[in-house]
Each structure stands twice: as structure tokens, then as C-alpha cells.
């Protein structure tokens, strides 16, 4: 009950500082252009909407999968995640090279896991159905990871874009 409650209050958290962030960037943005378009705003506004609910549900997720998945890949997975948002501000033409690069980090992770998992299989034999399905399981969690952080790199990189 406790860890639902966690994510749930990180989701809430993390939707109001996305929306912010977002919204700064938008008022910045237009403080230099002096011709402000309404349905550009508008739409970037609803974009923005889009992207925090993304990240809201995603983020109650990765709380629960984040050790599951494995503590390397995912642990880099959140580093590249926090370096799209970062050079979103100082580098935007390197928002989607960073969302390519962790798309590829979770697919090595999970041919890596499903290599370990192989070879364990071997080892051990004969292995129940429900057994070898958690550890499919557990193999998939990084490239789903990953491929949140290139789906929000898209994102950002279409805010970006005027």
C-alpha cells in the first residue's frame, strides 16, 4: 500500500514540475518573439499536458520496476533520461541522439538479461512455464525503459521545434 501511495505522489510531483518547466520554456520562448501566435500556443500547452501524463503514468512504473529491471542498466537508463532533459535547455539538436542511444541501452540490456537467463536455463534443465515468463518478464523491463526515454525525446524534440 505504501509503495502505491510513493508512486502516486511521485506521479503528482513529477506532473507539476514537467508542466512548469514546460511553461517557463514557453513564456521564454515568446518573450523573444514578440509575434505570438495563439494556436501555437495552445497546441504546445496541450502537448505539454500529453507529456506530463506520459511521464505521470510512466513514472509510477519505472518506482516499481526500477530494481527488478536490474540496477546497471536501469541506473544508466535514468542518467540518459536526465541528459535529454538537460540538453533540452543547453544542446536541442542532441535530444534525439540521447533518445537513440538509450533506446539502444535497453535493448543491449535486455539481450544481455535474456543471454543470462538462457544460459541458466541450460545449466538448471527443466524449468516450470511461469518460471521462465517472470524472467521474460524481467528481461523486457529495460528496453521498455528505454523506450519511454525515446518516446519523451520525440517529445521534446517536437516542442523544440517552431
Request: glycine fraction near 8%; include cysteine; charged fraction near 10%.
Amino acid at each position: 500500500m505504501s509503495q502505491l501511495l510513493l508512486s502516486v505522489i511521485i506521479e503528482a510531483f513529477l506532473i507539476k514540475i514537467f508542466k512548469y518547466i514546460m511553461l517557463s520554456i514557453l513564456y521564454i520562448k515568446n518573450a523573444y518573439n514578440c509575434k505570438v501566435n495563439l494556436t501555437y500556443i495552445i497546441m504546445k500547452i496541450k502537448l505539454i499536458r500529453i507529456m506530463a501524463l506520459i511521464l505521470g503514468i510512466t513514472a509510477s512504473i519505472i518506482v516499481e520496476l526500477f530494481v527488478e529491471g536490474g540496477i546497471l542498466f536501469m541506473s544508466i537508463l535514468t542518467l540518459l533520461l536526465i541528459a535529454v532533459i538537460v540538453s533540452y535547455f543547453k544542446y536541442p539538436q542532441k535530444v534525439g541522439l540521447l533518445g537513440n542511444i538509450s533506446l539502444a541501452v535497453g535493448i543491449l540490456g535486455t539481450l544481455i538479461g535474456l543471454f543470462s537467463a538462457f544460459m541458466i536455463i541450460q545449466q538448471v534443465g527443466d524449468i516450470s512455464p511461469s518460471i521462465l515468463a517472470g524472467g521474460l518478464k524481467v528481461a523486457f523491463i529495460s528496453t521498455m525503459y528505454g523506450l519511454i526515454i525515446y518516446i519523451f525525446s520525440l517529445g521534446l524534440m517536437t516542442l523544440s521545434k517552431e
